[in-house]
């Protein structure tokens, strides 16, 4: 392994734990003050019905629950941690994607 990803991988083990915990309190937030907002389906939204998954897992709940985070309807909750989870979750993200980028950067430069 490069020497850069394994500067990388502590920053992960970091990032990942903190940014699901901003996630998950966020998505409660969110789901106790708009339920309607996350009412997004798609074509394997059936798993996550009557319980056999958690809705939380379904990736378009996760892809409408970073639109919220990242747009103006996050300033709309009534929850003042609300705003607080939602910086975390985009600077997590955006943290967490610049890592990647770098580590499999220096990986496949180490390969060559």
Known sequence: MSGLFQLVLPG????????LHSYVRFYGIVKGERPEWLNVRGAFSFLYDNGVLP??????VT??????AFGARARELGSPRAATYARR??????LGIA????????VVGSAT
């Open 12 to 19: 992960f083990v970091v990032i990942v734990p903190i940014y």
């Open 55 to 60: 809705r939380m897992g379904d990736p378009n």
């Open 63 to 68: 892809v409408e629950l970073i639109r919220i």
């Open 89 to 94: 979750i985009k600077f997590l993200l955006c």
């Open 99 to 106: 890592l990647f980028i770098i580590g499999i950067t220096g």
